[in-house]
Nanobody, 119 residues
């Protein structure tokens, strides 16, 4: 019913910036939370940032001050602007949405986009 497609992942040098995009197809309703997660090889998937349908944001301490999450409801897209990238940011970045559809919450994940930061 709902599909999330990430894009924007690339190979960049430390200190550079990158913007990731996540486009949603299918309705995710008007009450939802969209977020970015990342997973490095051998590590658990971790939260990067979230943004609610009301515009409230939350960031992981590891990226706070360097990343900005935003959304464009008209385009059904959520973005993650990453600045001052570090090699530690290297991971597959996944888009996720938790939406209230009807009387239930549903979760959907994208396939991920690779971000590689060289030193």
């Amino acid at each position: 019913q709902v599909q999330l497609v990430e894009s924007g992942g690339d190979l960049v040098q430390a200190g550079e910036s990158l913007r990731l995009s996540c486009a949603a197809s299918g309705s995710i309703g008007s009450f939802n939370v969209m977020g970015w997660y990342r997973q490095a090889p051998g590590k658990q998937r971790e939260l990067v940032a979230t943004i609610t349908s009301a515009g409230n944001t939350n960031y992981s301490d590891s990226v706070k001050g360097r990343c900005t999450i935003s959304r464009d409801n008209a385009k059904a897209t959520v973005y993650l602007q990453m600045n001052s990238l570090k090699p530690e940011d290297t991971a597959v970045y996944y888009c996720k949405t938790k939406a209230l559809l009807g009387l239930r919450f549903y979760e959907y994940w994208g396939q991920g986009t690779q971000v590689t930061v060289s030193s």
